[in-house]
């Protein structure tokens, strides 16, 4: 049964507004060469590397961590990561980020969400990643009905996937902008967007047990998003790999966890209050605490600086 209505409905004490998300953790089979894309395709730094994982971001905290198991495989119609965002400081970056796939000639498809700017690619294993950019400025997203929304600042309406006017992005560099450097360090993980067996199931955990507003819910169109702070999104829900899909096997590859970073360790107990009132299990890592959603996606609840 979809109870996506009657939770968008509830009342439940929200997760702190400053929660954002912190890193994803992948498994990998070729780990040399999911580090090269990583480093050179998509310029994030190589922060370290020992027996058989590594970490690599912005210069500061991960953004992203990979673990090596050299016979794993990809499943189709599982649950898991659809994509993770990289949230570029501005427009120009995204265009530095963007300007370099085309150069190497990566696959991408850029898109206009109006409220943000994106492209859209895979790693060589096949993870979903969004690069972009926020652009309040050029229009807005809502919800009415079921159906999202995007509108333009000059009032008109758009689906809010155009495709994006890469002459005008581009036009924010100059030739001597080079675009083998690395990412700048503001850059960090806007939001995951993962594949669920069921959305109402999914909206009772990251809403009710962890507290993320509800941000809108389309059910006809098998998605939802939550945020904390009024954030367009923090994580992204669906439902496109089929209700009732099943969790990949343990020898796929593809996502681990990934992890929700609270500003302090109160807000992480407000947290831990709900799940334990749910009775939901928690394994203490050296990382965090982690925990599985309904769809067996790993979550790792950490503290701000804590990793």
Known sequence: MNTSHQILASNTSSIHP???????????????????????????????RESGQAGLGAGGEDLVQLVEKPTARRY?????????????PNRRELARAVARLFALHYPNYPTDHILTKSTYLDDPEGNGIELYAE??????????????IARRADGTLSDGREP????????L???EDRL?????????????HLHVHDLGAALEF???????????????????FVSAGGYHHHIGLNTWQGEGAPPPPPDALGLRYFSIELPAQAALE?????????????????????????????????????T
């Open 18 to 48: 400053d929660t954002r998300i912190g890193h994803v953790s992948l498994v990998v089979a070729d780990l040399e060469n999911q580090i090269a894309f990583y480093q050179q395709t998509l310029g994030l730094h190589l922060h370290w």
């Open 180 to 192: 083998d450097v690395p990412v700048p360090p503001q850059t960090r993980l806007g939001h995951v």
């Open 270 to 306: 407000e947290v831990l209050t709900r799940l334990d009132e749910a009775r939901l299990p928690l394994q203490q890592t050296e990382q965090g605490l982690l925990l599985y959603d309904p769809s067996h996606n790993g979550v790792l609840l950490t503290i701000a600086g804590s």
């Open 164 to 171: 994006l006017d890469l002459p005008a992005l581009f036009s």
């Open 206 to 224: 990251y809403h009710r047990r962890l507290g993320f507003d509800v941000m809108g819910a389309a059910p006809m169109h098998r998605m939802a």
């Open 76 to 88: 189709r119609r599982v649950t898991g990561l659809y994509h993770f965002a990289v949230l570029f």
């Open 173 to 175: 560099l100059s030739q």
């Open 135 to 148: 652009s309040p400025e050029d229009g807005s997203w809502s919800m009415s009905g079921g159906e999202f």
